[in-house]
Structure formats: C-alpha cells, structure tokens
T-cell receptor, first 113, second 110 residues
C-alpha cells in the first residue's frame, strides 16, 4: 500500500509564475490536508479537503492560493503569481476519515527566485 | 487559538541514554500525534493518543497523554543514532486539523 505521494518533490519558480503542487492520498483515504513549513518556522495548517469539498480553509492566505480535491485525480494546491515569501516546504497528509491518523507525504519544496 | 509548546527545543544525548520530550497544549485535545522528521524530509508517523491517561509504545519509544489531555511526553529508551531527528507533536482540538509544536531537535552522540 503506497503512502501519500507528492509531486514534484522540488519546484523552482520565478516571481509571478504559477506553482501547482499535487498530492495523491493513501489508498482508501478520502480526507486531505495541506500544511506549510516556512524556513525556520513550524508546520502550519492551510486547508482541509474531502472529495470535491473544501471543509476548512482557515489557514489559507486570502489571495493567490487555492486548493481542490476533485472526484478523480490528486489534490492540487495552486499558488498564483508566486513571491519569494512563498518559498517553503508544502506537505500533504491524508486520513481515512476525519479524526483518524494523518499520514504525511514527503513534501514539495518550492523555491521562488 | 490553540498553541502547542514543546520542550526542550533541542537535545543532545549520549548513545544508550534515555531522553524525554514534552508537549503542552493550551486547550484540551481530541488527539495528540507524534511525528519524526529528518532534516529536509517528510514526517514519519510515530503514535497517536486519544484517551486521557493513554500510553503507547513502539520499539523503544513510549508516548503518554495525561488525564486532562493537555500534556504529552515522548520517551526514548537507550537512544541510538537512528533516533536522531526532529520530533514534532501535533494536537487536534477541533475540526481535524493539526496544530504543531515548534519541534525538538535530537542529536545522539555515538
């Protein structure tokens, strides 16, 4: 049973470009969570999704960031018009249901030049 | 808002010695998670505690949650170099999202 998959593992973008981060949850998991780890800072919650629904986006920046988890395919975290401050490690976690163990992917390290 | 405090921030232990990491929440938790992260890598799930007074062990790692479900400790017995890394506690207060402590960096000296 493969774990949580994230791709790409590393992503380099220039300021103003778009970044798309993908997350495939573990088999049988329908809940996905995105977290961000800024350099020298802790891990912060961004958004919680179930299939086709955003449950909690209280940690998402108000502008430029969006997330989706379609019926088919991976969850996508999209960052438009990236700025240097977006450089961070973005982690996805999945769980079978809410309140169950959250298993994390390896992360995508975004560098904005 | 919920906050999680971890202590100590960093720890250097001699191989073979025991170590303990503490995690304190400002609110009562539904669940308390422990993860290990190696520098530049993802989080490895260690244990999840949900019941007051619960204690779980896996190999040489033991985690406990107090009766009030606000404090947890992670104890490693007879530490080995493979135990080196950053240990993170994550608390679930409501809504399934996790709030994390600042992490504890563990270095095991051979």
């Amino acid at each position: 049973n493969a774990g949580v998959m994230q791709n790409p593992r590393h992503l380099v973008r220039r300021r103003g470009q778009e970044a798309r981060l993908r997350c495939s949850p573990m088999k049988g998991h329908s809940h996905v969570y995105w977290y961000r780890q800024l350099p020298e800072e802790g891990l912060k919650f961004m958004v919680y999704l179930q299939k086709e629904n955003i449950i909690d986006e209280s940690g998402m920046p108000k502008e430029r960031f969006s997330a989706e988890f379609p019926k088919e395919g991976p969850s996508i975290l999209r960052i438009q018009q990236v700025v240097r401050g977006d450089s961070a490690a973005y982690f996805c976690a999945s769980s079978r249901t809410g309140g169950n163990e959250q298993f994390f992917g390896p992360g995508t390290r975004l560098t904005v030049l | 808002s919920q906050e999680l405090e971890q202590s100590p921030q960093s720890l250097i232990v001699q191989e073979g010695k025991n170590l303990t990491i503490n995690c304190t929440s400002s609110k009562t938790l539904y669940g308390l998670y422990w993860y290990k992260q190696k520098y530049g890598e993802g989080l490895i799930f260690l244990m999840m505690l949900q019941k007051g007074g619960e204690e779980k062990s896996h190999e040489k790692i033991t985690a406990k949650l107090d009766e009030k479900k606000q404090q947890s400790s992670l104890h490693i017995t007879a530490s080995q170099p493979s135990h080196a890394g950053i240990y993170l506690c994550g608390g679930e207060a409501a809504g399934n999202k996790l709030t994390f402590g600042g992490g504890t960096r563990v270095l095991v000296k051979p």
